[in-house]
């Protein structure tokens, strides 16, 4: 397995494809895992995108929170057993897990997100089989960013360098979880 999490347009069967005319900013970025089994699902790539973040993730949203929760705006809040936040989540719309909603959810995609004051997001988790080697799927990661005012547009010009970092450690570290579960269950 290799992460190379290059970087590609939105999924053509990607639920936030219709609307992708109406976001201010979108990235996707892609990579390939085996899955000989046929295990890995949406619900499983949700789960996996909650399970684990690395040091520089954890504290590069504790310090977003700690600044904008003096703007008045939405915080993922402190928890102190994520492990049963997470084994009760069931990855289902309505669903929320931090400051990650469950907005809609497919066989082959979630889709996370929040709207608050200053921005509206989405993040589609999205999972494709390869034409040419049925034990190999796709995972593609997108963003988009909806503004609400001026205040968002600048937001997220401070923290689009570290979004960008953010979601290609993310993509990393759900493969590098799939590859560690398989040889657990080896």
Do not use: W
């Not at 089994?37 to 789960?47: P, Q, R, V």
């Not at 993730?57 to 994520?82: H, M, Y």
């Not at 929320?96 to 469950?102: A, E, N, R, S």
């Not at 997108?142 to 360098?161: D, E, M, S």
């Amino acid at each position: 397995m290799k992460c190379n999490g290059q970087v590609c347009s939105i999924p053509a069967k990607s639920i936030l494809k219709k609307d992708s005319k109406l976001y201010d900013y979108t990235d996707s970025y892609q990579s390939f895992f085996s899955d000989t089994e046929g295990e890995i699902d949406s619900t499983k790539i949700g789960i996996l995108f909650f399970s684990g973040k690395s040091k520089l993730g954890n504290t590069l949203f504790a310090i977003r929170n700690k600044i904008v929760g003096l703007f008045g705006l939405k915080t993922s809040g402190q928890t102190s057993n994520k492990q049963k936040l997470l084994d009760n989540f069931k990855c289902v719309p309505g669903d929320q897990l931090g400051l990650f909603k469950v907005y809609d959810k497919t066989e082959n995609e979630v889709v996370l997100g929040e709207d608050d004051k200053h921005l509206d997001f989405r993040v589609s988790l999205f999972l494709d089989k390869l034409l040419d080697d049925a034990d190999k799927k796709s995972l593609t990661i997108t963003t988009t960013v909806k503004f609400n005012n001026f205040f968002g547009r600048v937001y997220f010009l401070i923290v689009r360098p570290f979004h960008k970092l953010i979601v290609q450690a993310m993509l990393k570290g759900i493969l590098k979880r799939i590859e560690n579960e398989k040889a657990t269950n080896r």
